[in-house]
Structures are given as structure tokens and as C-alpha cells.
């Protein structure tokens, strides 16, 4: 009887378990590069030199909180340089990015978010908003940045084994995003050689009449003269 008030509850545990670890992992490893629309600035704490840990910021020009989270992670980086790569995540327009670096310099990598998919993809309904990801793709922690203090991020790098292969330059974390320019096919050329000839056809047809005009009223006129000479002779013969 027991064995039978248990085993649901077991189950039933082992169901939720599997949702926590499973929403767990956002990414896998085979789907960096992340594709972005424009990177707006380089990292100019550090450079990608095959750091474990990726972290993005998402935040906006209008968001005041984020202007503070900023100079807290950038402040992380410098003492994470090592472990950690930070990456500010926008999905504003270049120009409202310039403007705003201009009064307020971010030292992380700024990029601009391809049509919303970073958003989408680690839900981020608020900002600022950070999420903390493996190079394996494993999301670490996610959340507001201000919650993420050093003795966290020591923890987590201490606890990860990282270990991932192929991701070794900033490339292979993040892509620009190059729309593929369409080649035309066989037929869409024959098409279209087709109708310029017609159209330089019918240009000469235009002009046909004009160019003709002159020698076809002499060849009526000498078709009309030879035929009046022939009706002639066959008069003369006949009387």
C-alpha cells in the first residue's frame, strides 16, 4: 500500500525535475554562432580569448536601470576577464544607439538584436536583463544583473565543467546577419533575354516605316510603270 502512495509522488517528481532541467538548457552547443544584426562596438575590457562563460545584457537607451547595470558588469568583466566574455544586447536602431553611447560609453560588446530572435529566445520581458550561458550552451542563471554578485559568479565558475570545442573566437559566438543575394536561374534569364529582344524589336518596328518609307512609294511607283508598259504591249500585239 505504500508502494502505491508513493510511486505518484515519485513520478510526479521526477516529471517536474525533468521540466527544471530541460527549460534549463536554452542552447545547444551546434547553434553558435548567435545571429545578430550589427555589432555597434567591440569589448574594449577584453578581448575574446576562449572565455567559458557568455554573458548578455540585454537592455534599451530609454531604460535608466540599465545605464547602472552596465557599469556594474563592466566592472565584472574587468575582475572575470578571464572566465567571462560580456555582450550588451539592443534592438535599437544604430542611430539611437550612437547618440546614447556618446553621453554614456559602454565598454561591453554592443550588438543589435536580429529582428527580436535573442528576446524571444531567453524570454526576456523586462530590462535590464541578464543571462548567463556556457560556451556548451548550459544557461547558468538568468535574471536582474544586480543580483549577480562576485561570490555568484565564483560559484558558478567553480562548480561548470565547460567543456567545449569549435568556439574559439568571438566569431563562433556571434554571426552578422548578410541577407543571401538571389542568383537567377536558366529560365529567369532566358526570360528576360527574351523580352529585351522583343523590346529592341519592337523599337526598329517603331522606326520601320520611317527608315522605308521613301523606298517603298518608289517601288510602288516602278511596279505601277511596269505594269502599264506591259498592258501597253500586249495592246499594240493584239490590234
Not at 543589435?112 to 531567453?122: A, I, M, P, T, V
Amino acid at each position: 500500500m505504500k508502494f502505491v502512495k508513493i510511486f505518484p509522488r515519485a513520478i510526479g517528481m521526477i516529471i517536474i525535475w525533468t521540466i527544471i532541467i530541460s527549460s534549463s538548457r536554452v542552447l545547444k552547443a551546434d547553434e553558435f554562432p548567435l545571429e545578430v544584426a550589427e555589432i555597434y562596438a567591440p569589448n574594449s575590457i577584453v578581448d575574446y580569448e576562449g572565455q567559458k562563460f557568455i554573458l548578455l545584457d540585454f537592455w534599451a537607451t530609454w531604460c535608466a536601470p540599465c545605464r547602472i547595470a552596465a557599469v556594474q558588469l563592466e566592472v565584472l568583466q574587468e575582475q572575470f576577464r578571464d572566465d567571462v566574455f560580456m555582450i550588451s544586447v539592443t534592438d535599437e536602431s544604430h542611430e539611437a544607439v550612437e547618440k546614447y553611447m556618446k553621453k554614456f560609453a559602454i565598454d561591453l560588446m554592443v550588438v543589435r538584436d536580429l529582428g527580436g530572435s535573442l528576446f524571444r529566445k531567453f524570454n526576456v520581458n523586462s530590462r535590464p536583463y541578464s543571462v548567463l550561458l556556457t560556451t556548451n550552451g548550459d544557461v547558468v542563471w538568468q535574471g536582474h544583473p544586480s543580483d549577480l554578485k562576485h561570490e555568484n559568479l565564483t560559484d558558478y565558475i567553480r562548480r561548470y565543467t565547460v567543456c567545449s570545442k569549435g568556439i574559439e573566437r568571438v566569431e563562433d559566438i556571434l554571426s552578422v546577419y548578410k541577407p543571401v543575394e538571389e542568383v537567377p536561374n536558366a529560365i529567369e534569364l532566358s526570360v528576360e533575354k527574351s523580352l529585351l529582344q522583343t523590346s529592341m524589336f519592337s523599337q526598329k518596328l517603331k522606326k520601320f516605316p520611317i527608315l522605308l518609307l521613301k523606298p517603298m512609294v518608289l517601288m510602288i511607283f516602278m511596279f505601277i510603270w511596269k505594269v502599264r508598259l506591259m498592258i501597253g504591249t500586249i495592246i499594240r500585239i493584239k490590234y
